[in-house]
């Protein structure tokens, strides 16, 4: 860590603002697909959107407050510029976006998957009632077991792969229509 480690003086109040309207639209298309493909209600649908996304979106954020002092002048020099005036001052900016938008929406995704996954486990393993003492299982109920867990893992996965990537095509197009 650089000596001259320090929390920024100004807020990118802009960029905040639009991540708050990114999350704005990402929990309705979430809650959709994960009402959708995981069969939950819509009160839990919409619980679990709102977590993973406020949750991944503060991680996001620490992340960036964290690494930006330790970012390249230029590169800094590029991100302030647009954050603050909405364009880029050099044209080979264009790779390093991309690039870094897909490293973005892969973190974001196994962010997601770990939040919503977490959440599942510590919210299915609450005591709703005392459990008698369960009876052994055999070789064969447990193989079934497993294999339940894991075709529901894939699901999972599956469903918030889709969630993420609709929701993220939803903010493209916005960003789109605002640099026009």
């Known amino acids: 860590m650089p000596e001259n480690w320090m929390l920024p003086r100004i807020f990118p109040i802009g960029g905040i603002l ?9 929990i309705p298309i979430e809650a959709y697909v ?11 649908s919409t619980f679990y959107a709102i977590s993973i996304n ?3 979106s503060v991680i996001g954020w620490f992340i960036f407050f964290v690494s930006e002092p330790m970012l390249p ?5 590029e991100l302030i510029n647009y954050m603050f005036f ?16 897909c490293i973005i929406f892969f973190t974001t995704f196994l962010m997601k998957f770990f939040i919503l996954k977490v959440l ?35 699901n999972l996965v599956t469903t918030i792969l889709i969630a993420n990537s609709l929701s993220y095509t939803a903010i493209t197009i916005i960003l789109l229509f605002r640099s026009k």
């Open 18 to 26: 639009f991540d708050f309207l990114f999350v704005l639209i990402a």
């Open 73 to 77: 002048i230029q590169v800094k020099s």
């Open 120 to 154: 599942l486990l510590s919210l299915l393993n609450e005591p709703l009632a005392k459990k008698e003492e369960e009876p052994k299982t055999s070789q064969r109920q447990r193989w079934r077991r497993f294999s339940s867990l894991k075709l529901q893992n894939t």
């Open 34 to 44: 994960l009402h959708f493909r995981l069969k939950f209600d819509k009160k839990s």
């Open 86 to 101: 909405n364009n880029f001052k050099s044209p080979n900016t264009q790779p390093l976006i991309i690039l870094t938008a």
């Open 54 to 56: 406020l949750f991944s």
